[in-house]
């Protein structure tokens, strides 16, 4: 007998495995929310507000200029602009370093929606994009300097951006010359512009009604997963790991209830970005065959010597 005899039977089984316990965390859920419907309605709400108020005027500009752009072909003359100061770093073609610049001016998810969107376009390549995943979807500055770092009382701005995002700019450099060696051969390559650039009108009405759809989805996603909060608020008593638990879910408006959490572990999980931000990424680059297991990877990584970095001066004191 042949392993595909064995292998049907076997694969049928983890469906129905997994649809049980699907079942299974749906039925939990539920539950909860019946049994806890004020605290899932604080959660609920602080997400929406952290949203409306934060997310959509820092991010929804970005999104609409940024689509505008793409569909323009207009990305590539935009981004020699930079190849002075980014160039001799990275050695890549124009389309990489206006993700590069994007990604680290607008914040989740704005990084991976770029890979995705220029990867469809056939702008990028799919290992560039890879590449460029692996450090260009941050924590935009508008969300640290306006909101995490006066909620922190953070004086030193400075040390706090080297740090989130110095570390991963680092890292991209170090990917680029071991990991991503390779690109190389693909820097040289010249963009054709595209036969299918629009004009102002129609690139801006698509790019709102894309951005639109985005940002509305990332409202959803950041409110489902700040109700998830209810599982640890349940089943943990440790304040402080209850803590960490909100942040791992939902850091974005998590932040604001860190009272025990140490100030450098906070800026680590920012830096990861938790099941929400992931979630987002996953929604950006869906279709697309870029790796969602190597760019958790790489947050990990990443999310842990920002925590080293924050950590050097408890060390020194």
Not at 77 to 95: H, K, Q, W, Y
Not at 231 to 258: D, R
Request: net charge positive.
């Amino acid at each position: 007998m042949t392993v595909s005899h064995f292998a049907y039977p076997k694969n049928k089984m983890f469906k129905k495995v997994s649809a049980f316990l699907m079942i299974l965390i749906f039925l939990g859920l539920t539950g909860m929310l019946l049994c806890f419907p004020d605290k899932a309605l604080v959660y609920a709400l602080s997400a929406l507000d952290l949203w409306y108020e934060k997310m959509i005027p820092a991010l929804l500009p970005f999104m609409i200029l940024s689509g505008i752009l793409l569909r323009m072909d207009l990305a590539r003359p935009l981004a020699s602009f930079f190849r002075p100061i980014f160039g001799p770093f990275f050695r890549l073609n124009d389309s990489c370093l206006f993700v590069i610049v994007f990604g680290f001016l607008c914040g989740f998810p704005m990084g991976a929606r770029l890979c995705a969107d220029m990867l469809r376009q056939k702008m990028l390549t799919k290992k560039q994009a890879q590449f460029l995943l692996s450090f260009c979807n941050n924590i935009g500055p508008v969300y640290i300097i306006g909101y995490a770092a006066p909620l922190l009382h953070i004086s030193n701005t400075a040390y706090l951006l080297t740090g989130i995002y110095g570390i991963p700019f680092l890292y991209g450099i170090f990917n680029r010359y071991t990991f991503y060696r390779s690109l190389n051969s693909e820097a040289s390559v010249l963009y054709k512009k595209s036969q299918n650039a629009l004009s102002f009108l129609s690139a801006f009405n698509q790019s709102v009604l894309a951005s639109l759809d985005s940002i509305t989805a990332l409202g959803g996603y950041m409110i489902f997963c700040s109700v998830l909060k209810l599982i640890p608020s349940v089943f943990l008593k440790n304040p402080l790991f209850l803590e960490i638990c909100a942040g791992l879910l939902e850091i974005g408006n998590g932040i604001s209830q860190m009272k025990l959490t140490p100030e450098w572990l906070i800026w680590g999980l920012l830096t990861f970005g938790g099941l929400s931000c992931i979630a987002q990424t996953c929604s950006c680059i869906q279709d697309t065959g870029l790796s969602v297991r190597k760019y958790v990877f790489d947050k990990i990584i990443q999310a842990t010597l920002v925590s080293l970095w924050f950590y050097l001066p408890v060390l020194l004191q």
